[in-house]
C-alpha cells in the first residue's frame, strides 16, 4: 500500500502494539472503540484508517483480529528488512542503542559509528561499534538503508551525505542542524529544545481547537 | 502573541539561533533569504512567519537583526521562566540531562526524580536527583511547569496524573505509552519505534509531494 503518511504510519503502529497487548482470553474479535479507548484516540480515526487498509470489520462483531494483524505486517513489516546504524555513539547516541536494542521492534540495529577510536571496535548495548572511516564499506556489507543521526550539529551535513552516498534511503536526525539532502532522501529530525519550546509556548496559550477537546 | 502553532514556534527557535550563529561583522541587517538558506527552508516561510511576528523589513535592507531578535524573544523568552524536570533516570533520561545540561536553551533543567533511591540525592549531569516520592513537593518548591518523562511505559499514566496535579502544564513523554491527560495540559511525545517505522515506510515509497520538491 504506497502513499500512506507519516502520520498514519504512526497510528498503524500503535494499533498492531495494541492488538499485541490485547488480552484475548479466547477472543477471536475486537471492536474499533476498544482499540481506540486503550490508545486514547477516537473511535472515527481507527476506522477510518483501517478502512484504508482495506480491513474490513462488522459492527455486530468488530474486526477478525488475527486477520487485521495480518494486514498491519503487510505494510509495517517490509521495515524489518531494514538495517539500522547510530552515527555518533556518544552519551545520547549510547542511550538510544541502549533503549532500541531492549524494545520490542522490527528494526534490526546493526551497528554504530563513532570517531573516537577509544568508543570503536568494541560493542556498546549489544551493538559493534565501527570506526567512521569504515562508514561507506560497513553500510554497503550490512545493507544499511536507516540511519539515526548522533553526531554534533557541525558535523551531521557531511556524515549525512556520506551516509546517502553509500545507500542509506532515511534519516533520523538528533543534530539539531539543518541538513540538505536530495528529495527523494526521508528525514525527519528530533530536537528536544525545540520541542520543550513549543511545549513552553503552548502551555501558556493552550490552541482554541484543543480547549475544545482535540489535541494540537 | 497567543494563537501561534507549534510549527511556526519550532521554526522561530530555529532563526533566532541562526541570528545567534550569523557572522555579523559590521552588518546591522540581515535579507530573508540568507535566513532560509542556512536553515534549508524557503525564503518565502520566512518572511511569511516574520510578518506573523509584527517584524518589518524592507527589500533593499532585509530585516534589522537586533529587532527582529527583540521580537522573536518577547514570544520565545517567557520560556526562561518555565522550569523543566526531568522524570525517570535511567539511561535515556540521564543522557537527555547530559545533552540538555549542556546545550544552549531557555529551559532551566531544575531537577530529576527517580523511584531508584541509588540514583536519587546525588548530582547527574549537574542535575540534582530526587526520590520519586517527593515529586509534589519538590514540583510546587521549584516551580516546575515542563516535564520530561523517561519512565517505563506502564508507569507513564500514573506519573503524568501526579505531575499534572502537582502543577505541570506541559510534557514531552519518551515512554511510548498514550496518556490520557486534561485537554489543556500541552503534551508531545516521541517515539523512537515509531518515527523508525515512519522513516522505513517513507523510504520504499517517497511520496509525490516530496519527489516534486517538498519534504513530507
Redesign the interface.
Given at each position: 500500500v504506497?502513499?500512506?503518511?507519516?502520520k498514519i504510519?504512526?497510528r498503524l503502529?500503535?494499533y498492531r502494539r495494541s492488538l499485541h497487548a490485547f488480552p484475548s482470553a479466547g477472543r477471536t474479535h475486537i471492536y474499533s472503540h476498544e482499540i481506540a479507548e486503550?490508545?486514547?484516540?477516537a473511535d472515527s480515526q481507527v476506522r477510518r484508517d483501517l478502512r484504508t487498509l482495506g480491513t474490513r470489520g462488522t459492527p455486530s462483531r468488530g474486526y477478525e483480529i488475527l486477520g487485521l494483524l495480518r494486514d498491519l505486517d503487510r505494510?509495517?513489516k517490509?521495515?524489518a528488512a531494514?538495517a539500522?546504524a547510530v552515527v555518533g555513539a556518544g552519551?545520547?547516541g549510547?542511550?538510544?542503542m541502549?533503549?532500541?536494542h531492549s524494545?520490542p521492534?522490527?528494526?534490526r540495529i546493526s551497528c554504530a559509528f563513532d570517531v573516537n577510536p577509544v568508543k570503536c571496535d568494541r560493542i556498546h548495548a549489544g551493538i559493534k561499534c565501527h570506526r567512521v572511516e569504515a562508514l561507506e564499506q560497513v553500510v554497503a556489507q550490512e545493507r544499511i538503508?536507516?540511519a539515526?543521526l548522533c553526531v554534533p550539529a557541525a558535523a551531521a551535513q557531511g556524515v549525512a551525505e556520506r551516509l546517502v552516498r553509500a545507500g542509506v534511503?532515511?534519516?533520523?536526525d538528533f543534530s539539531s542542524a539543518?541538513?540538505?539532502l536530495p528529495?527523494?532522501?526521508?528525514?525527519?529530525e528530533?530536537?528536544?529544545?525545540?520541542?520543550?519550546?513549543?511545549?513552553?509556548?503552548?502551555?501558556?496559550?493552550?490552541?482554541?481547537d484543543?480547549?475544545?477537546?482535540?489535541?494540537?
Open positions: 504506497p502513499g500512506l503518511s507519516g504510519i504512526g503502529v500503535r486503550t490508545l486514547v484516540i505494510i509495517l517490509p521495515a531494514h539500522v552519551r545520547l549510547r542511550a538510544l541502549a533503549t532500541l524494545s521492534t522490527d528494526m538503508t536507516i539515526i534511503r532515511g534519516i533520523l539543518p541538513l540538505s528529495k527523494t532522501i526521508a528525514l525527519d528530533i530536537d528536544i529544545n525545540i520541542k520543550l519550546a513549543k511545549l513552553a509556548y503552548l502551555s501558556l496559550h493552550p490552541p482554541e484543543r480547549r475544545n477537546g482535540r489535541r494540537a
